[in-house]
């Protein structure tokens, strides 16, 4: 049972243009939900969080959106450039308990020049 | 502020071989984590720890699998008798206090079964 699903395995955006990921999530004990970006070969890095007592957090050119009630979140970038083309990955945790960060299976950016 | 570190990055090892995956944390943090990533999959958390404790170990194989993290050095991740199945990238992470905050991984250890 995925707990956390990124339904896009790949999207393609023209540079200088939105990049919307979509994430969902099944579990209402989750309050604590970050973005992380990772590179071939590389780790992924942290990107952007949200509590869930927030509904937006915003840094830079990164946006996370939290819909609590439809179990959603977004990540925007805007304007996309051609250094944000990488795999994206979702996540959550139940922060306060004892449980583990679940991650989705990422989805690939590229940005189109 | 060195990163997480991981050693070796890349790791060959025949059927029946051992392996051992090697992870510094970041200066300050006390938390490692350690993740295994098969192709086409997200990361898949494997095990939890502290200084000399294992928090979690729920994502761990029941066999051949064990970590640790002492008092002293890095923390290691042992796969005994490995098999093709265990070929993947394993990722170290480590955070400063509490844990599920912010983490912060290493480059990964990509590990080869011939």
């Known amino acids: 049972d995925q707990q956390v699903k990124q339904n896009s395995p790949s999207l393609s955006v023209q540079e200088g243009r939105i990049s919307i990921l979509n994430c969902d999530y099944t579990?209402?004990?989750?309050?604590?939900f970050l973005w992380y970006k990772k590179y071939p070969a590389e780790g992924p890095t942290f990107l952007i969080s949200?509590?869930?007592?927030?509904d937006k957090n915003e840094d830079g050119r990164f946006t996370v959106f939290l819909n609590k009630s439809a179990k959603h979140l977004s990540l925007h970038i805007v304007p996309s450039q051609p250094g944000d083309s990488a795999v994206y990955f979702c996540?959550?945790?139940?922060?306060?308990?004892?449980?583990?960060?679940?991650f989705g299976k990422g989805t690939r950016l590229h940005i189109l020049p | 502020n060195a990163g997480v570190m991981q050693n070796p990055r890349h790791l060959v090892r025949r059927r029946g071989q051992e392996a051992r995956l090697r992870c510094s944390p970041m200066?300050?943090?006390?938390?490692v984590y350690w993740y295994r990533q098969l192709p086409e999959e997200g990361l898949k958390f494997m095990v939890y720890?502290?200084?000399?404790?294992?928090?979690?170990e729920s994502g761990m194989p029941k066999e051949r699998f064990s970590a640790e993290f002492p008092k002293e050095g890095p923390s290691i991740l042992r796969i005994q008798q490995v098999v093709r199945g265990d070929s993947a990238a394993y990722f170290c992470?480590?955070?400063?206090?509490?844990?599920?905050?912010?983490?912060?991984f290493g480059p990964g250890t990509r590990l080869t079964v011939t």
């Open positions: 200066k300050g943090h006390s938390h």
């Open positions: 992470a480590s955070s400063p206090e509490a844990p599920f905050y912010e983490q912060y």
């Open positions: 996540a959550a945790s139940a922060s306060g308990r004892d449980d583990k960060i679940i």
């Open positions: 579990n209402s004990m989750f309050d604590y």
């Open positions: 949200i509590s869930s007592i927030k």
């Open positions: 720890l502290q200084k000399e404790n294992i928090i979690d």
